[in-house]
């Protein structure tokens, strides 16, 4: 199924841009103002470890397939099996342990990548990143990968070379409040001045479904020396955790939850939910209503700290058991599911959505609440930000029915630009490119019908490839 054995890789200058040639020509003009701004990736999940040691990337398969799970869940969906691509076991037992030979698995197969973004943001890395000059298929499988493996040996190609290089003014990663962060102590001690740092993702030890819930409220209770048993004790820890994360550079928060629920219990009912979930003998309600006490308790504390906080619920996680028994979290499995906004956040909103030094930023998976209920929340609440269009809608068409649909209600400024969202460092100039070309092509459509000026158009170029991102997450 793949191409001639030497195709050329060429990336046309005009791609993602409209084939109407008035629209294409104020596209080029906006794009040329924004291509070259700096990255902000304010929320992602990189290894900080690479950036605090500094060491090389090892090879191809390690950099560019096992941490990508775009990458390995299309692969897995035409059967080739997790075990092939040497993705790790929980139990250790033996996979594919060649990375040469997972490489040329890939390449033979990376036709069935044609019209994703990820052949957008991978023909990117490799053409713009490497250097590349002919298209990967399973004859061009080794040249790729002596190549690639070249370079990630050469100074050049180490995680702060790169970093520079690709311009990235801020990166933040994302850890557990149980994580010591001793790699962003590392780089803070480091004296370098690549700007990376942490966000705070709660969800370990406020979700009593996360595997191993209540030893992880244990261990923060031995963390922050507080006992996690009682529930101002808790918040407590939580609030010691925060402090400690917005020491090393954290200004947002990260709430993973299933739904967006929220709850405002009295503090005699929250300490007694606390109680049942702790035991291990709670119903789903239970977990559903504590996730969104928590959600609430979160945005109390933001208001104290200053965290900019994000909600992006929606995905059923680890939907393939079989795959989570085996392989873990984050494998490809999470797929979207319907999701209430309107219902689900009136009792947080109810309490704290006319503040104005609060921002909560929103994300969805599901489309359908974009013009229903985002776009008028966001348009009305001063708290409320939307978020950009996310994981497995970061792609052009997902781009373009997020501007459809959120523009005339919400406007431009109650969104807060791009970020990535990914654990592909190698791709993040590429999706940063992919959103700016986006929303200059939509911009250009609204200059060319005479909905807005074209020096509007530039200003909004300009906010959404970096100043609504700045603003929002406090940067």
Not at 84 to 93: C, E, F, Q, V
Not at 148 to 154: R, V
Not at 354 to 361: C, E, K
Not at 444 to 462: F, K, M, S
């Amino acid at each position: 199924m793949n191409s001639r054995k030497k195709e050329l890789l060429s990336l046309n200058p005009n791609r993602l841009f409209s084939a109407d040639p008035t629209q294409r020509a104020i596209a080029q003009r906006l794009y040329a103002d924004v291509k070259n701004l700096p990255i902000l990736s304010p929320h992602g999940h990189t290894d900080p470890r690479w950036f605090a040691e500094d060491a090389s990337f090892g090879n191809p398969t390690e950099l560019l397939i096992k941490p990508d799970h775009y990458v390995f869940r299309m692969l897995y969906s035409q059967g080739i099996s997790m075990e092939s691509l040497g993705i790790r076991t929980h139990d250790g037992t033996a996979t594919a342990s060649d990375p040469r030979e997972i490489w040329r698995i890939f390449a033979q197969h990376f036709y069935l990548f044609r019209g994703t973004p990820s052949q957008l943001w991978l023909e990117h890395v490799f053409s713009e990143v490497f250097g590349l000059e002919h298209r990967l298929n399973e004859h061009t499988a080794d040249e790729y990968y002596d190549r690639i493996n070249a370079a990630l040996q050469s100074d050049a190609y180490r995680p702060r070379a790169l970093f520079d290089r690709f311009n990235i003014e801020c990166l933040a990663t994302t850890e557990s409040p149980l994580d010591t962060l001793e790699h962003h102590i590392k780089i803070r001690d480091s004296g370098w001045q690549g700007n990376v740092i942490t966000a705070f993702r709660p969800d370990p030890v406020t979700d009593p479904d996360f595997e191993g819930f209540r030893e992880n409220v244990s261990a923060l209770g031995e963390l922050t020396q507080l006992d996690t048993s009682s529930y101002t004790q808790y918040l407590q820890a939580l609030m010691q955790r925060r402090a400690f994360f917005k020491s090393l550079g954290a200004t947002s928060t990260d709430h993973g939850n299933p739904t967006a629920i929220t709850a405002d219990l009295t503090r005699e009912q929250a300490q007694s939910l606390f109680e049942k979930v702790l035991t291990g003998d709670f119903s789903a309600q239970d977990a559903e209503t504590f996730r969104g006490q928590m959600l609430t308790e979160m945005a109390a504390m933001s208001l104290e700290d200053g965290l900019v906080m994000q909600i992006h619920p929606g995905s059923h996680r680890n939907h393939n058991q079989t795959v989570f028994k085996r392989f873990g979290r984050d494998k490809g499995a999470d797929i979207p599911s319907q999701t209430n906004y309107v219902d689900a956040l009136k009792p947080l909103l109810n309490k704290f959505g006319h503040r104005t030094d609060l921002s909560i930023i929103l994300f969805t998976l599901d489309e359908t609440t974009y013009s229903r209920e985002l776009a008028p929340l966001a348009g009305h609440y001063p708290c409320l930000k939307l978020g950009p269009s996310w994981w497995f809608h970061d792609s052009p068409e997902g781009m373009r029915r997020f501007r459809e649909q959120v523009t005339e209600t919400a406007g431009f400024y109650n969104t807060v630009g791009f970020n990535d969202d990914t654990r592909a460092f190698l791709s993040i100039p590429a999706r940063h490119d992919v959103a700016r070309r986006m929303d200059c092509t939509w911009l250009a459509q609204l200059v060319a019908e005479h909905r807005i000026t074209e020096d509007d158009a530039q200003a909004l170029a300009q906010d959404l490839s970096y100043n609504l991102a700045k603003r929002a997450y406090k940067l």
